[in-house]
């Protein structure tokens, strides 16, 4: 018999990571799994240790790709080759709890089968965790099983692919490019008839920004802009979809804004293109009516939707000078 749970993994290392993270699922307390570990061509995929670990453990399947495709590619393998009923699609730097198979079984034996199950996940970088951005939303949904025509807010929440699993047969090709996720989280939850929630965090994040550092080759910041693009299209495409335009919208800008502000993400001589294009995407895909986020954001929002850079960079080096004479007081 097929396995519930199919763990898609891109062996890509660049942290030295890749051993704890399987150690950690290894270690489940249910068992009822299997890992598919996709290993390109790329420097930063260790083959000796995924060959270590298929030989090890009869539940890891090491896939060998003939060239360096990037992540988005090799996700797609590694589900082509998955036997699960649903998969799990992983990061070398992420860490399971020990618990985490055995809850989202219970989830789904009180639920019966369902196309999306969501679960919380906990950022830890430099020392300090926190948790992820749809804590407040999985702790109001609820135990009812529902969908995004229901819960509108589910499509607002940060499209992130490794904190739920995915009913196998229903996920579609994750595209080339960084944030190859973005549309593949949002076509799922859009065509999802049942959704459930797992309100408690199963996965820690162990990096800063949510982006894989591995990307695709020729992958850019600047590839955000065509993956919600294709996000959209797919909410274009479904039943009742401009009831939810205002959710992913917010989401989409929040996004850009805080790609746009993260230190280290777009090049500093790149800032007034990628503002710009954030600002096109503002003006292209508004909604009717829509009334943006109060407080600080929603003046990050007018400024965007405004095409106002040097203000938008006025007001940044404002708030960032406030919060240093705060700090010495």
Request: glycine share 8%.
């Amino acid at each position: 018999m097929p396995p519930l749970i199919s763990v898609v993994l891109p062996a890509h290392d660049r942290n030295g990571r890749l051993k704890e993270c399987l150690d950690a699922l290894l270690a489940q307390s249910f068992r009822d799994f299997e890992v598919v570990l996709v290993v390109d061509r790329s420097p930063d995929c260790p083959e000796r240790t995924a060959d270590a670990y298929g030989m090890r453990d009869p539940r890891v399947t090491v896939l060998r790709l003939s060239a360096a495709v990037g992540i988005g590619r090799a996700r797609n393998a590694g589900a082509a080759r998955a036997r699960g009923d649903y998969l799990l699609f992983l990061d070398s730097d992420h860490l399971l709890d020990p618990d985490a198979f055995t809850a989202m079984a219970d989830r789904l034996a009180a639920t019966g089968e369902v196309d999306v199950l969501l679960f919380g996940h906990t950022r830890d970088h430099q020392g300090r965790s926190w948790p992820g951005g749809a804590a407040e939303l999985l702790a109001a949904a609820g135990p009812e099983v529902t969908c995004a025509a229901e819960r509108p807010e589910l499509i607002g929440a940060p499209p992130l692919v490794w904190d739920r699993l995915l009913r196998r047969g229903t996920v579609p090709e994750f595209p080339d490019g960084h944030y190859d996720e973005i549309p593949v989280v949002h076509a799922t939850t859009l065509a999802a008839r049942r959704i459930a929630v797992l309100p408690r965090e199963c996965v820690t994040i162990r990096r800063r920004h949510t982006l894989h550092p591995a990307g695709s080759p020729g992958a850019s910041h600047f590839d955000l802009f065509e993956q919600y693009g294709r996000s959209f299209e797919a909410l274009e495409a479904a039943p009742g979809g401009e009831a939810l335009r205002p959710h992913l919208f917010t989401r989409m800008i929040r996004h850009f804004l805080f790609v746009f502000d993260l230190a280290g993400c777009v090049d500093r001589s790149e800032r007034p293109q990628f503002f710009h294009r954030a600002a096109e995407h503002y003006r292209g895909y508004l909604p009717a009516g829509y009334r943006r986020p109060e407080g600080r954001e929603g003046v990050k929002f007018s400024l965007l939707a405004s095409g106002a850079y040097p203000a938008f960079e006025v007001a940044k080096l404002s708030h960032i000078a406030r919060g240093a004479v705060s700090g010495r007081r």
